[in-house]
Nanobody, 120 residues
Framework: QVQLVESGGGLVQPGGSLRLSCAAS????????MGWYWQGPGKQRELVAV???????NYADSVKGRFTISRDNAKNTVDLQMNSLKPEDTAVYYC??????????????WGQGTQVTVSS
């Protein structure tokens, strides 16, 4: 069974930085797109950033120039470096990955979510 485990959330002041990490584990044959989504209070879950298996990235307009997504294909991990954080970045951040699991085939997986709060 595949699992995505996130770490790195917390409380940070406006203008500060945080780094989120996510590790995929289990019976993995191949990991395709990996990404991060956020969900603010009373809002729908939305894309923050995604990265393909060959390193092509895409970002939400609101985070371009501030956030950087990266991955380690050998370790099946994806990170999100968040700089110049703003109060409106406050949300639960979810790791997402499209994974070819050895028995079940290809499916979309989610982490449990990690809270990021930007406040003074």
């Amino acid at each position: 069974q595949v699992q995505l485990v996130e770490s790195g959330g917390g409380l940070v002041q406006p203008g500060g930085s945080l780094r989120l990490s996510c590790a995929a584990s289990g019976s993995i044959f191949r990991v395709y797109t990996m990404g991060w989504y956020w969900q603010g209070p009373g809002k729908q879950r939305e894309l923050v950033a995604v990265i393909s298996s060959d390193g092509i990235t895409n970002y939400a307009d609101s985070v371009k120039g501030r956030f950087t997504i990266s991955r380690d294909n050998a370790k099946n991990t994806v990170d999100l470096q968040m700089n110049s954080l703003k109060p409106e970045d406050t949300a639960v951040y979810y790791c997402n990955a499209v994974i070819w699991e050895r028995v079940r085939g290809t499916a979309n997986y989610w982490g449990q979510g990690t809270q990021v709060t930007v406040s003074s």
